[in-house]
């Protein structure tokens, strides 16, 4: 039987049907989530897609981190379910206190989209297994509050404990704080990002590589590292 | 009814990008303004005069909710004692700091 992965669908969400579709090609079986629900039927691990949940009218994910999903996302958390947050979904993490850190405006104050290469500094996590440590990747950005941000002493601990996941190859795209694009908790089942691995799955669909266009799949490891911690948990 | 005012602003160390953007269209047109921060206003109403209960569920809204303490500070909650205009609800303001 194929590793069942909840997508959650919030007023807002944008990106939930990539998702669904990556965790398909991947060779998982995506179980489609909504805001309101109070459980989690019964799915292995749990992304949280990109858009502007309940039209981010508060802050970026404010509203969705107290919505009863992101509730039952946090208990289940604590008891080791992998969770993935892209975009916004990263932004509702770290309001939700899963992630540290928060998300502020890009700090030239535009919204910028671009194919965005990526260090992966963290190969361990429960969503970043499949890559080498140090693998470059390049996956599509698009955002306008990917400004990752924390005080002095959280970020020192992160670099300190590998809880940074993925940094900004090139030009930092939004300000964020020493090139952090990702991080995890501690446990390393929580994992959240700004660029969008669900847009790099398939061939013709995804981002230029050389010779190539249009072709780069290497988001798809995110989603075959959740399916292979699952199938050897 | 009463009415209790919350405002955020984002904290001093924490970069502010609308509130540098506003600063840079006020020095275009003249302005003296060396620095614009941007909050956030809210107004939170209530039936019957505000009490300290109110008060205290509007501290812990701000803590919890209204504002997020990694980025942002809670830098005023107060009754206002007058009847606000009708369109005053949970609205923006830009504050300007010297």
């Known amino acids: ?233 | 009814m009463g009415y209790i005012v919350v405002e955020v602003m984002p904290k001093q160390e924490i970069l502010d990008p609308q509130g540098k953007a506003v600063a840079g269209a006020l020095a275009r047109q003249g302005h003296p303004f060396t620095d614009v921060r941007q909050g956030k206003r809210f107004t939170l109403a209530v039936d019957g005069p505000v009490t300290e209960a109110h008060l205290a569920a509007a501290r812990a809204a701000a803590e919890t909710t209204l504002s997020n303490p990694i980025i942002e500070d809670v830098v005023g909650i107060h009754a206002v004692e007058e009847d606000l205009p009708a369109d005053s609800g949970a609205a923006i303001s830009a504050e300007v700091t010297a």
Not at chain 1, 52 to 63: E, K, N, P, Q, V
Not at chain 1, 102 to 110: E, K, Y
Not at chain 1, 209 to 230: N, Y
Request: proline fraction near 6%; aromatic fraction near 6%; glycine fraction near 14%.
């Open chain 1, 1 to 233: 039987m194929s590793s069942r992965i909840g997508v959650v669908t919030f007023p807002g969400s944008l990106d939930d049907r990539d998702a669904q579709r990556a965790v398909r090609l991947a060779g998982g079986e995506p179980v489609a989530l909504w805001h309101a629900d109070t459980d989690l039927a019964g799915v292995e691990a749990v992304v949280l897609p990109g858009g502007f949940s309940y039209g981010d009218y508060l802050r970026a994910g404010a509203i969705a981190s107290h919505s009863p999903i992101v509730r039952e996302i946090v208990t289940a958390a604590g008891r080791g379910l992998p969770v993935l947050g892209i975009c916004n979904g990263f932004q509702i993490l770290c309001e939700a206190h899963l992630l540290p850190g928060a998300l502020i405006r890009n700090d030239h104050q535009r919204f910028l989209c671009r194919d965005q290469q990526l260090e992966v500094t963290n190969a361990a996590t429960a969503w970043t297994n499949q890559f080498a440590p140090g693998q470059q990747i390049t996956i599509p950005l698009k955002n306008g509050e990917g400004g990752f941000v924390a005080d002095d002493a959280t970020l020192d601990r992160l670099e300190g404990e590998g809880q940074v996941v993925f940094r900004y190859l090139g030009s930092n795209p939004n300000g964020s704080l020493r090139d952090i694009a990702g991080v995890t908790n501690e446990a390393g089942n929580v994992v959240g990002l700004m660029p969008h691995p669900e847009h790099a799955v398939q061939q013709g669909y995804g981002p230029d590589v050389a010779g190539a266009p249009r072709s780069g799949t290497d988001g798809l490891g995110l989603f075959a590292s959740a399916i292979r911690s699952l199938v050897s948990a």
